[in-house]
């Protein structure tokens, strides 16, 4: 899966977070965050990221972006390797590459409006100021499809869907190429949820973006992303085309979280096969396949090795060493 | 982009939040509505702040000098037969009067706690900062001196100061800042590691913030509100442990007077002279009382911690 | 658990070793006990000599060292005020506080939760406010200034209680009152904020809906989720008291306890005697830290050693 | 009123009427809820659904008084289980109410259990209080209920702290204190929000057989109309701190009649993925200041004139008994193709 | 125990019991820090020890002059030895009888330096002693030492058996010859003492002695008022008025100012004069002290002391005079510090504070220094420190003036910051003078001298003012000695 058009490739990455250190000592135990992961997106394509709270979405987006440092392995952005930029690249890296937040609100700093927000990113990179800077924000406002006005106001003044495309609009300000969305939708309501997916998908479309769309809603990564990776406990288990993860599975996690999910339509109700069991801690995990004690079609095997990621079809990739098949349209 | 529908909306306040909003000072004071009773705090300290400031211009008499003869008068409200301003405080054990040694002994009271807080301030600030903004082993080590001198006997080691170095206004703002820089770094630090793993802060980080630039423009302006919080909580401690030290004749020396040496001088004179402690006591209680008030005040009102929905 | 405490207690000798070697810098380089320890009339033949048997004419490093050792052994020395080894009259001064300082926080209990407890049934209404504002006093009030004015009006107008001395329940009650205004503030406060918090918490609707009546809602729910905040409030009282913080009101009471004999260290400029206080509080402030973080696992399950 | 109105009527555990509740805050008066009205048949499973803030929970917490107040006041209404107004009950009547009468899940399982007291202590308050039993007995029962709710291993769970659950786990234990209150009616308020996907499956699940199995009147507060569409026989709908639609679940899906719903229907993600999503622009209002007229009319595609003057009636629909809409244009036959033509609002 | 022993929490202290009381309750200041009466110098130790140790000779309280104590006689045998015969028949509490084997121990206890008594300086010129026959011993001084017998009758007497032979016990359970024997001390508590029913000498009037520890002054007042306490000493002249039954009489401290004639402001004469005129002692002592001290007579020694001089007067108060000489001196306004303590002396820093204003208001520009007790005690004796101005007080314990010029003026002395050679040779002619007729005139000579050229300023004689329960009867003593047994209750 790993090619030379992608514009990022995770090879093999691994963080893990100590748990708790003793009064001078080292950590006993470690969170494993994520653990030997990887994957590659190529220009224009949105990667789905999903999987249940706490398997270390949120860890990726951040490591790729290098707002984390990584335990082990890479993450090349155009070929290069981010944790081996020079203070130039890693700079030209933070103009490229941005990040969306869950509640952009609570990315702003409070005490600046809406004008010192969006342009800041111009201001930190000396793209712009003055009366420029102005003009571009004013620009950025429009491109999100806010007035220029609102660069006056505080953003608490602002609706949710607003704060959420002056977030949007930071993060495009430097002509990115490659956006981490992080949950962008979940905090927000019903109603306004569709603004700024609509407003995403026009993004793209206008400026070429490439998009890490990470989201533990699989019904939201269907209809944005093209490619889907499902993660649990820190661990790929599956990759795959959009369409084609939704008619074939060959990992039983996939087909559960599928299966979760309930459909929004009287209509269609049904009997629903139940994943039992909760999720384990992340905490030093035992050996073997981490899906192993909730899955139903565990052999000894996978109580004793960590599945490879193997591409089971072209292009579909899958850690299981069981041989499963969920097949069935979801629509 | 015009399906979106956005630029049509309003801008509306959401309800249940308080959020900072800049200037103006009939913004700040209208912040009191809900709380009339810090702001006759804040009036009064500054009441308070403001007599001490001016003293040597407002005070009726000279606080060193004394008439022998007119020694332990009882509160007045007449002329002495000198003139001048009625003693309304009373006398002191050298005939000087109360009234004026409580408003220069509020100067040196005052003076004390702002140097003392001032200097622990910066320097627990810089040090809190630096903890938290890095980490690591420099906030292992940082946090451990920490933890090790918050352990110590407070008082004991003020009071070993003081012993060694002779009791004087200087040694007891060296013995009190030994002792108080911990909290204000404990603070900064729980402050700026809440922060550090913000969104904010991240957001600032994704766009290539500098370290500097992070810490001061966005990290410090926002944890500003705690931090004043705790200095002026800690205003209060500082009085109190400036007039405790200077009550037990650890503290400031005379000539110079400060409310807690005030009391501790009259309190042998107390069955006969009430008045020689009662009103420093009052000034002191009263003091501390509206530090509290007020700084509970701003703890609520500015606090992004305890601000809740 | 075994292992916290056990780690606690070295953190304790970090913290004991660490204030040894502030006393030692204290004493041994800013201050100087030769002159502190000889008459007026000393020569400084006779200074040098009293340094040579102190052994301050060796090297720091060695008189350190030294110093440290003596610290291991528990052995401070003999008071030079009093001629008698530092540590028994230290520990001889202990209990005298002891009785004090429980006897005011047992004041402190009974007057502070009742005024908590009551004051966050009714939030913001007059009682509540008339009880939270009279809390916020007592907390403002310099104790030593508190003590002289109940001597004032109950021993020496009234002369219900007697001035100043130790032996009786009449000496106790006016330092015991005394002591225990700013703690009984400190737990008023806590408790009534608590209070108010735990029961606007959702386990309290919880409570109620499942049908709980709201006094039980008080007492068997919500009254224990706040006893780490007043553990933490009290403890933190209990540690400065017994580090010497009532030394002013014992001096007004006469109270023959741990911070009179603090004050009159200080006083007589008695080194030895000094560091023993110095070193025996240590160890009773992490003591007192030690057993307050264990008493929280008691109150709060979520907390585990 | 005729007899089968009088029918219909036993067949009502609970008819809740023009209920309002406004908060009291430094901002202004919060017209939370605002003449709310429905009923509950015996037996059935009523989802309301809403937006977040729209007023959900005050209004389950209105029906038990258990709003903080101040700054929570009930302003009007009335909430009659089984005839019996609530609102209006003495202390030692409303607390016979709460538990046995109505019983609640509460929104957030993480906070909503006492961290100090185990999980068995809080199950066997309940029992103890609504079935009079005590000691073994209840103890007994506690482990039963336990038992209920799928939790393995319930003699020793019985001893656990709710630090030591995990969420799904916690939001079994509160079903359980809810059910062993033997309630008339169960309110669930978002008993699926904070927990995981997974997690979430098992207790709907769980709440569906339980249903089954006991058969008690559930009223399941959400916001997630996937899981309306699971659970729900009828739907209530709020917006703004009103009730702007009530339906059966199938009918409402089908024919929303309310703008609104419309919209939200119509925001719901076909799955297949590409197509632009249906948009109600704008943001839910502020209920410190909520427009005059119908509180959506901002945001609605066929305003009129009328609407930002004069407040629509809660009405039923003529025809369909238990269909109720507050519009003064609710959506005709013709209009009802949602997902085609919702797609460009005005 | 602190809770048990209360049995009635009666609103009000019992009142005196009807019954004929034999117990007196004194409030000393502090709690002795030891009983070993030769090791401390310390006031509360002494309240105590000189009720249950007697020395060779004792001071007659009124006149100051040493008469027979444990020693019946004294003689001197040349100009460096001294023989004393011991009295017969004396016992000690523990039954042993005093011999003069004791004697001769606890003289040269004294004065080995590896016990370090702070009271060696007492004892400075005493080289050795001596039992040259079973009740006679000889003392060896260093040179001829005029103060000798005074110096006796500041020697506690000690068991020399006892304390051998109870090292851990000799701090806390003192076996002494005296009136009375201490029979338990609760530490922080009190002491208690009862009369020696063994004792040689007249049988005191009241049975038992019980000593309390109250630091603070008004405490100790209330506690009088109160009836707690008999008898409380250092009262405060405020107090005077609300003392049932007060007690005054000239102490042993006088309050003076020292000059620095080695350098600074005060070398000029006439600085000094005008700073001696400028002081209005009788304002000080009726305003200040309320009567309860008297202005020092030009002078520093009271009447009574050997070698007072009653041919100078105490300074007249004359502010105009002291501008005068001000200008004379032609003083330029030069800051001159005042260093001070508080808290030693009755009333020390409000003394410093009301000179220091005084001083100001004649002209001179003058700052305070208060420093702790250590620091000014450094400056005190350290030449090189010394302040233009530095308060003291002079207690002088042998009641000669002769002490006092030997350590403040006498330009080796240990408190000296002048030189005058002259006058240097005056000083020690009068030191060896051994006929007394002719060391007064010497004395006389020396203050006619220092009136008009002063090294000090004489500022205040003390009196010490005690506060007694109104039945109990006591005369105060010039050497300010606390005797239980001259003590009595009115019947
Ligand atoms: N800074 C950190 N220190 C310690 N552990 C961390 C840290 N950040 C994340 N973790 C742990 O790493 C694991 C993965 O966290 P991550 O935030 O990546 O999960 P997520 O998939 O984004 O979850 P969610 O859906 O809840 O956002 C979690 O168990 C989390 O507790
Ligand atoms: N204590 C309060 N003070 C002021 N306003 C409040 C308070 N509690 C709730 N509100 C307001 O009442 C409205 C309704 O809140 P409610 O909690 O019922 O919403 P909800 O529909 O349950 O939302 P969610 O889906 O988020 O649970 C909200 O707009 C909220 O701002
Ligand atoms: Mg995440
Ligand atoms: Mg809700």
């Not at chain 2, 020396?253 to 002279?273: F, V």
């Not at chain 3, 205004?181 to 737990?187: C, F, L, R, S």
């Not at chain 3, 809906?209 to 039980?216: F, T």
Request: glycine share 8%.
């Amino acid at each position: 899966m790993i090619q030379n058009k992608n514009l990022v490739v995770v090879r093999n990455l691994r963080k893990l977070f100590p748990v708790k250190a003793g009064f001078f000592g080292k950590p006993k135990s470690f969170v494993h965050a994520v653990d030997d992961v990887s994957f590659s997106i190529k220009k224009g394509q949105t990667m789905g990221l999903v999987g249940e709270s706490g398997c270390g979405k949120t860890t990726i987006g951040r490591l790729v972006l290098r707002l984390l440092e990584k335990t082990s392995g890479e993450v090349e952005y155009k070929g290069k390797n981010i944790f081996n930029f020079n203070k130039l690249e890693q700079k030209q890296f933070r103009r490229e590459a941005q990040l969306i937040f869950q509640d952009a609100f609570s990315s702003f700093d409070l005490r600046k409006c809406v004008g010192d927000i969006v342009g800041e990113p111009l201001k930190v990179h000396g793209l712009a100021s003055g009366s420029e800077l102005t003009d571009r924000v004013a620009d950025l406002l429009k491109t999100v499809g806010l007035k220029p006005e609102l660069m006056r106001e505080f953003p608490h003044t602002l609706s949710s869907g607003q704060k959420q495309c002056v977030g949007m609009a930071r993060s495009i300000a430097l002509n990115s190429e490659f956006v981490v969305a992080d949950e962008p939708i979940s905090s927000l309501d019903v109603s306004v949820r569709a603004q700024v997916l609509n407003l995403l998908k026009d993004l793209q479309e206008e400026k070429d973006l490439t998009y890490l769309f990470i989201s533990h809603d699989i019904r939201v990564v269907r209809w944005l992303a093209t490619h889907i990776a499902v993660m649990y406990l820190g661990k790929l288990v599956e990759y795959a085309e959009t369409e084609e993860l939704f008619v074939h599975r060959y990992h039983p996690y996939t087909e559960a979280l599928l299966n979760a999910v309930p459909v929004e339509d009287p209509f269609k109700r049904r009997e629903r096969k139940i994943l039992l069991g909760e999720v384990p801690s992340p905490v030093d995990p035992a050996p073997g396949c981490r899906f192993q004690p909730r899955c139903e079609y565990a052999v000894d095997q996978c109580r004793l090795e960590t599945p490879p990621l193997v591409e089971k079809s072209p292009g579909h990739w899958v850690a299981c060493f069981v041989d499963f098949h969920g097949a069935g349209n979801f629509s | 982009m015009s399906e979106t529908g956005l630029q049509d909306l309003k801008p509306m306040p959401s309800p249940g939040r308080q959020i900072y909003k800049p200037k103006g000072i009939i913004r700040f004071f209208a912040r009191f509505e809900y709380n009339k009773i810090a702001l006759v705090a804040l009036i009064i300290l500054i009441v308070i702040f403001a007599i001490s400031i001016f003293a040597p211009y407002i005070a009726p008499y000279d606080p060193a000098k004394g008439v022998l003869t007119e020694r332990l008068r009882p509160p007045t409200l007449e002329r002495p037969a000198g003139g001048g301003f009625p003693h309304i405080f009373g006398t002191d054990q050298q005939g000087r009067d109360v009234l004026t040694r409580i408003m220069y002994g509020g100067r040196v009271s005052l003076t004390v706690a702002f140097t003392v807080v001032g200097i622990c301030f910066i320097f627990g600030t810089v040090l809190g900062l630096i903890s938290g903004y890095f980490g690591g082993w420099v906030d292992m080590v940082l946090m451990r001196v920490v933890d090790v001198v918050s352990s110590f006997p407070g008082l004991l080691v003020a009071l070993a100061f003081v012993m060694v170095l002779g009791p004087s206004e200087r040694n007891l703002i060296i013995a009190l800042t030994v002792n108080g820089w911990m909290i204000h770094a404990r603070m900064a630090r729980s402050q700026v590691l809440a922060l550090r793993e913000s969104a904010m802060v991240e957001s600032a980080r994704a766009i290539g913030v500098s370290v500097p630039g992070m810490v001061f423009g966005h990290i410090l302006p926002n944890i500003i509100s705690p931090l004043i919080t705790v200095f002026v909580l800690d205003l209060g401690h500082q009085i109190a442990a400036e007039a405790n030290m200077s009550f037990l004749g650890f503290g400031v020396q005379p000539p110079k007077s400060s409310w807690g040496l005030m009391i501790g001088e009259g309190r042998q004179y107390i069955a006969s002279a009430w008045w020689l402690v009662t009103f420093p006591g009052i000034m002191i209680g009263l003091t501390l009382l509206c530090l509290n008030l007020f700084g509970n005040w701003v703890r609520e009102e500015f606090d992004p911690l305890s601000r809740k929905h | 658990m075994l292992k916290y405490v056990i780690q606690r207690l070295l953190f304790t000798v970090v913290v004991i070793f660490g204030v040894s070697i502030l006393v030692f810098v204290i004493t041994h380089l800013i201050g100087d006990p030769v002159k502190a320890m000889l008459p007026l009339q000393a020569t400084d033949a006779q200074r040098a000599q009293l340094a040579h048997q102190l052994g301050l004419d060796k090297p720091i490093w060695e008189q350190l060292t030294e110093f440290l050792g003596n610290m291991i052994r528990l052995d401070f020395g003999v008071s030079w005020w009093q001629q008698v080894s530092c540590l028994s009259i230290v520990l001889s001064k202990i209990p005298t506080t002891l009785v004090l300082v429980g006897a005011s926080f047992v004041i402190a209990i009974i007057i502070a939760f009742p005024m908590g407890i009551i004051a966050a049934y009714k939030p913001d209404s007059l009682l509540d406010r008339i009880l939270t504002t009279a809390s916020l006093i007592g907390i403002c009030l310099p104790s030593f200034w508190v003590a002289l004015m109940l001597v004032l009006f109950f021993a020496v107008k009234l002369g219900w209680f007697y001035t100043s001395g130790y032996g009786t329940i009449r000496h106790l009650v006016l330092p015991a009152v005394t002591l225990a205004v700013v703690p009984a503030g400190h737990i008023a406060q806590i408790v009534r904020f608590s209070m108010a918090e735990q029961l606007n918490a959702q386990y309290a609707v919880t409570a109620r809906a499942k049908g709980v009546k709201e006094s039980a809602v008080l007492l068997k729910h919500a009254l224990k989720n706040i006893m780490t905040a007043v553990l933490t409030i009290g403890g933190m009282d209990l540690a400065m008291y017994l580090a010497g913080e009532a030394a002013a009101v014992e001096v007004v009471f006469g109270w023959p306890g741990f911070g009179s004999l603090v004050v009159d260290t200080i006083s007589r400029q008695d080194f030895p005697l000094l560091q023993a206080e110095i070193f025996v509080v240590a160890v009773i402030i992490c003591l007192i830290n030690l057993i307050v973080d264990l008493l929280y696992a008691y109150f709060d399950p979520r907390i585990t050693y | 009123m005729g007899l089968a109105q009088a029918a219909e009527d036993k067949n009502i555990i609970l008819k809740v009427q023009n209920l309002s509740t406004h908060f009291f805050t430094r901002e202004g008066e919060v017209k939370a809820v605002d003449g709310v009205t429905f009923r509950v048949e015996k037996g059935e499973t009523l989802a309301i659904v809403g937006e977040s803030g729209s007023g959900k929970t005050v209004t389950a917490l209105s029906m038990l008084r258990l709003l903080k107040s101040p700054p929570g006041k009930i302003i009007s209404g009335e909430v009659l289980l089984n005839g019996k107004d609530i609102l209006k009950m003495k202390n030692h009547e409303l607390q016979k109410v709460r538990g046995s009468g109505i019983a609640m899940v509460l929104q957030e399982p993480m906070s909503s259990l006492n961290p100090s007291h185990t999980i068995g202590q809080q199950i066997m308050e309940a029992v103890e209080i609504n079935q009079g039993l005590k000691g073994e007995v209840a103890r007994k029962k506690a482990l039963e209920m336990l038992e209920l709710v799928r939790i393995p291993a319930p003699e020793k769970r019985f001893y656990n702290y709710p630090h030591e659950l995990s969420g799904g786990m916690k939001q079994r234990v509160m079903i359980a204190i809810a059910l062993s209150c033997r309630p008339q009616i169960l309110i669930a308020d978002e008993p699926t929000c904070s927990l995981d996907v997974t997690i979430q499956a098992q207790i709907m699940e769980l709440m569906k057989q339980l249903k089954k199995e006991i058969g008690t009147t559930v009223i399941l507060i959400t916001h997630d109309l996937g899981v309306v569409a699971e659970m729900a026989d009828r739907v209530a709908v709020m917006y703004a701190g009103q009730m702007v639609e009530t339906a059966d679940v199938f009918e409402l899906y089908r024919n929303p009649a309310h703008p609104y719903t419309r919209g939200i229907i119509g925001s719901i993600m076909d799955m297949k993925g590409g197509k632009r999503l249906g948009v109600i622009p704008g943001d839910p209002p502020n209920l410190l200041n909520p427009p005059k007229g119908c509180r959506f009319y901002p945001r609605c595609f066929q305003v009129q004139e009328i609407c930002a003057q004069k407040e629509p009636v809660y009405t039923n629909i003529p025809g369909s008994a238990g269909r109720w809409v507050k519009c003064h244009f609710p959506l005709t036959d013709e209009q009802k193709h949602v997902r085609t033509c919702s797609n460009t609002p005005v | 125990g602190a809770r048990k022993e209360e049995p009635k929490p009666a609103p009000a202290p019992a009142p005196a019991p009807a019954k004929v009381r034999d117990t007196v309750i004194i409030a000393l200041q502090g709690e002795p820090t030891t009983l070993d009466p030769q090791f401390p110098d310390d006031g509360n130790m002494r309240a105590v020890t000189d009720n249950v140790f007697e020395r060779l000779l004792e001071f007659d309280g009124k006149t100051l002059q040493p008469k027979p104590g444990l020693a019946t006689d004294i003689k001197k045998i040349n100009d460096t030895t001294w023989e004393l015969t011991i009295r017969d028949g004396v016992k000690f509490h523990n039954g042993d009888s005093f011999t003069a084997e004791d004697a001769v121990f606890s003289i040269k206890r004294i004065i080995d330096p590896a016990y370090k008594s702070q009271q060696v300086s007492y004892f400075s010129t005493i080289k050795d002693a001596k039992v040259v026959a079973p009740n006679k011993i000889q003392v060896a001084t260093d040179g001829f030492d005029a103060l000798f017998p005074k110096r006796m009758a500041r020697l506690d007497m000690v068991s020399k058996k006892y304390v051998e032979a109870n090292k851990d016990k000799v701090n806390t359970q003192p076996v002494g010859t005296g009136p009375y024997k201490v029979i338990a001390w609760n530490r922080g508590v009190d002491i208690q003492a009862t009369a020696f029913d063994g004792y040689w000498g007249k049988k005191p009037a009241i049975k038992n002695v019980k000593y309390r520890f109250i630091q603070e002054g008004s405490t100790r007042l209330a506690a009088l008022k109160a009836g707690e306490i008999d008898f409380a000493v250092n009262m405060l002249p405020e107090y005077m008025k609300d003392i049932p039954n007060v007690k005054m009489e000239t102490g042993a401290e006088t309050y003076w100012i020292r000059f620095n004639q080695l350098r600074g402001p005060m070398v000029k004469k006439e600085m000094r004069l005008a700073a001696n005129y400028a002081i209005d002692r009788k304002a000080l002592a009726e305003a200040l002290f309320l009567g309860a001290a008297s202005p020092a007579q030009g002078q520093m020694g009271k009447e009574g002391y050997f070698g007072y001089s009653s041919k100078v007067k105490t300074y007249p108060y004359d502010k105009e005079k002291a501008k005068e000489l001000l200008k004379k001196a032609g003083y330029n306004g030069e800051v001159i510090e005042l260093v001070s303590e508080r808290g030693r002396w009755l009333k020390d820093g409000e003394v410093t504070e009301a000179v220091a204003a005084m001083l100001t208001d004649a002209g001179f520009n003058v700052k305070i220094k208060f420093l702790s007790w250590q620091e000014w005690l450094d400056t005190l004796f350290t030449q090189a420190k010394a302040p233009a101005l530095q308060f003291s007080s002079n207690g002088n314990g042998f009641f000669d003036i002769g002490l006092m010029y030997n350590t403040i003026v006498h330009s080796k002395g240990s408190q000296s910051v002048m030189k005058n050679p002259e006058m240097d040779k005056k000083i020690e002619a009068a030191r060896k003078e051994p006929d007394p007729a002719k060391r007064q005139a010497m004395y006389d000579e020396l203050a006619l001298y220092f009136y008009d050229d002063p090294f000090a300023i004489p500022l205040l004689t003390l009196k010490d003012i005690y506060g007694l329960a109104k039945d109990l009867e006591w005369t105060p003593r010039q050497d300010s000695m606390i005797t239980v047994y001259e003590m009595s209750f009115k019947s």
